[in-house]
């Protein structure tokens, strides 16, 4: 019997982009609203670093992805359910990097400059302007409610998967589960 798991980097990155996602909608959730004040500021610097950390994990991640090859999914699976995560898993790529892309880019046409962890300077993709900037705040915004869209369905499917199919998906993927096993 062999196991059928992600590898252990696998593992490692999703819930490290897991956590990044959730802890930078939460920080973007709670500061878009505050007043200015130093405060304020300070968790921009945050949100962006944590932003930047994102796109980083995200494109070793699919570095990862491409040399080495995921588990199969289940025979139980569906043709439309095999269809669904794989495009669900696609649009997610699609969407973690392009929501700290667009952050990127609507900070430097507001002409906000971005240190990571305040020491590193990260080049502006834009110049300045001001009729960009609000553009780009907006997709920026709208990614992210699309984002968590599909990080309910993709929690909601692999809870199917667990509660509903009995199947293990969630077990290739969570440390601590069992994983599935197939003859090898």
């Avoid at 880019?105 to 960009?132: C, N, Q, R, V």
């Avoid at 705040?137 to 692999?158: F, K, P, Q, S, T």
Wanted: proline letters at 7%.
């Amino acid at each position: 019997m062999t196991t059928v798991r992600y590898t252990g980097v696998a593992i490692a990155l999703h819930w490290l982009i897991a956590l990044a996602i959730f802890a930078n909608l939460a920080l973007g959730f709670y500061m878009a609203d505050l007043e200015v004040s130093p405060q304020k500021l300070r968790l921009y610097s945050y949100h962006k670093w944590l932003g930047m950390t994102m796109l980083l994990l995200v494109l070793v991640r699919i570095g990862w992805r491409l040399s080495h090859r995921p588990p199969a999914l289940p025979d139980s699976m569906r043709p439309w359910e095999r269809t669904m995560a794989g495009v669900t898993h696609g649009v997610l790529y699609l969407l973690t990097l392009s929501v700290p892309l667009t952050g990127w880019l609507y900070s430097s046409a507001k002409g906000f400059k971005t240190m990571y962890l305040g020491l590193l300077p990260i080049p502006d993709l834009l110049a300045k302007d001001a009729l960009l900037a609000p553009l780009l705040r907006d997709w920026h915004e709208n990614l992210n409610w699309i984002m968590v869209a599909l990080v309910i369905l993709h929690v909601g499917a692999a809870l199917k998967h667990l509660v509903v199919d009995h199947d293990d998906v969630l077990g290739r993927m969570v440390p601590g589960l069992p994983p599935s096993r197939t003859k090898g």
